[in-house]
């Protein structure tokens, strides 16, 4: 049986969110689907809030203070990333951006990721369109064609039934066929390994 | 093992009272902490260079050899010396010329800079920071070992019977050091060359120290110089002393929260658990530093910074009484007694001449005396 991990990322700021009811909701859904194709799912959350002066620190050293460095392996090493952010301002919160900015150049090249976002209204919910989908595109993440924004009147759908149910699953089932279709996550490249030789360095050659 | 201070030469204001001290004060100020650290005790004064405000430090040979000239026995050196942007034709000439001027206590520390706008000021592009600083350095490395050199590269104009002057000191040119926060590439360099290797370890956390060093080591090994453990390291520190810890931390802190390079994040205490700082007794001082052979092995130089932030001179002096009275001594007994005895110390001129078998005037005459050729028809 392949082990698949999904790091799930919210960043809802409330305790409880809906933003982390949302990224449960995904988690779930693309956990029942890999599941069901046979895998054995680990999922790992990571709440930004509970990270949100390391990361501004590490904006201001350079380097990630321990718990965070913990969180920034924890999505360079999944199969699949389900990133959630409330809407502010039309686009993704100032923390679900700062974390993103600290995560390691090409961790998230080619992985398959699912973006959701809540607000307060409906007439937020293109912001996963023209803010987060086009972010992951920037960092050569693969965004599963269907985003799930939820607003208040979604959680006050009829349960199973309810649009955004079916969205969540149409989603989580799009996140699992990416993760199914490629061989398990070796995590992110080595920064302090030496990828060429002396005497490349010194013929001024790229690394072969 | 060589202890000693290296300063990055920075003009900030002081926090506690907003005093801003003038490029001249700042300049005499680094003199006096040189001459302050031979006075108590210390072996080596290192500076860094820089060529941007707030910083003073463009000119590193011009203030080594002011204070060579005013000290007898201090190890002069730089922290770091830029590989990248200077001619190193020019740091050929330059430390040989001060090697002369300091009869041998000169070594350096070559480095990139990390701050993009100085490489066009000078010709070069930060993007080439790495093959920079691999043919410069190649480039004087040779220059300091060969009399008469052609040579032809990427980054600056080929050279054809050239003589680098002065010749190195009596034939032995300065050790060089290769300092890198994270670029593996420049701790293969420092292992291929069987040059030193110099880990910042201030204001990073110690695993990067721990993985250059590492990686440093067991290419120096590879390279033929030595068993991993006899490769040459040196590492910063960062300290603050008051007889009371409690003392320590409370003077300390203002500067701590507005320095330039950490201040407005983490707080004192986190950054004193995720990085080298030691703010406290000098006795929490000597064991912080002890336990830094933990992660990097036995290594010959400890450098510490003392004079950022801000921090006035009185303060920054009566810091150098209490490391050189009471921390250097203590760490200068116990490393020693821990060290095994096929561990070497770092290079010095002395140690280098005697491994050459003794001085050799390297002087080259424009012709020839015995052949009455110029240098470059007598190869």
Do not use: C
Request: charged share 20%; hydrophobic share 40%.
């Amino acid at each position: 049986m392949t082990r698949r991990t999904l790091a799930v990322v919210s960043a809802g700021l409330g305790q409880p969110s809906s933003t982390r009811l949302l990224a449960d909701q995904l988690a779930a859904a693309a956990r029942d689907e890999l599941v069901r194709r046979g895998a054995e799912v680990e999922i790992h959350t990571v709440e930004l809030r509970e990270h949100a002066h390391d990361v501004v620190n590490h904006l201001l050293t350079g380097f990630p203070p321990a718990a965070l460095r913990a969180a920034l392996d924890t999505v360079a090493g999944a199969d699949g990333l389900i990133a959630v952010t409330p809407i502010f301002n039309a686009s993704y919160s100032g923390l679900f951006k700062s974390f993103f900015d600290v995560v390691e150049k090409e961790a998230l090249a080619d992985r398959p990721v699912l973006i959701g976002a809540t607000g307060g209204t409906a007439r937020h919910s293109l912001a996963l369109e023209h803010a987060v989908r086009p972010m992951f595109a920037y960092l050569r993440a693969v965004v599963v064609p269907t985003a799930v924004f939820a607003a208040p009147e979604d959680w006050a759908g009829d349960g199973d039934d309810s649009a955004l149910r079916a969205r969540i699953r149409r989603a989580g089932t799009e996140l699992a066929e990416q993760v199914d279709r490629r061989p398990a996550a070796t995590g992110p490249a080595d920064p302090f390994a030496l990828t060429t030789s002396f005497e490349n360095l010194l013929a001024g050659r790229d690394p072969a | 093992m060589q202890f000693g201070v290296f300063t990055v030469g920075d003009v900030t204001v002081d926090p506690t009272n907003g005093r801003l001290p003038s490029e001249h004060e700042r300049i005499k100020a680094m003199v006096a902490i040189a001459l302050k650290a031979e006075e108590v005790g210390l072996d080596v004064f290192a500076t860094g260079e820089h060529h941007n405000p707030p910083f003073v430090p463009s000119s590193p040979t011009t203030l080594l050899g002011h204070i060579a000239a005013r000290t007898e026995r201090l190890l002069l050196s730089t922290a770091t010396t830029l590989i990248t942007t200077n001619d190193p034709v020019k740091i050929a000439e330059d430390y040989a010329m001060l090697q002369h001027l300091a009869d041998g206590r000169v070594d350096l520390m070559m480095g990139r800079g990390n701050t993009g706008p100085v490489y066009p000021w000078f010709g070069q592009d930060i993007r080439n920071g790495i093959p920079l600083a691999i043919e410069n350095y190649d480039l004087l490395h040779r220059l300091w070992r060969e009399d008469v050199v052609d040579w032809k590269g990427r980054f600056r104009t080929p050279l054809q019977s050239f003589t680098s002057t002065p010749r190195p000191l009596d034939g032995v040119p300065p050790f060089v050091w290769h300092g890198s926060i994270r670029s593996p590439e420049i701790a293969e360099q420092a292992a291929y060359y069987g040059d030193g290797f110099f880990a910042n370890h201030i204001f990073w956390p110690k695993e990067h120290t721990q993985r250059m060093v590492g990686l440093y080591r067991e290419r120096f090994a590879h390279y033929g110089h030595g068993s991993a453990d006899q490769a040459i390291v040196g590492l910063g520190g960062q300290v603050f002393m008051r007889r009371n810890s409690q003392d320590a931390v409370r003077e300390f802190r203002p500067y701590f929260d507005n320095a330039p390079v950490y201040g407005h994040g983490p707080s004192l205490e986190e950054f004193t658990r995720e990085t080298p700082l030691t703010v406290g007794s000098p006795q929490q001082v000597i064991d912080r530093t002890l336990g830094f052979r933990e992660y990097v092995g036995d290594y010959q130089r400890q450098l510490f910074l003392m004079d950022h932030a801000g921090l006035p001179l009185k303060t920054v002096l009566e810091q150098l009484d209490i490391l050189g009275e009471e921390v250097v001594p203590v760490l200068r007994k116990e490393f020693d007694s821990l060290r095994p005895a096929h561990v070497p110390e770092a290079p010095t001129h002395a140690s280098m001449l005697a491994a050459a078998g003794g001085a050799k005037d390297s002087t080259v005459h424009a012709v020839d005396d015995v052949t009455g050729k110029a240098p470059e028809e007598s190869r």
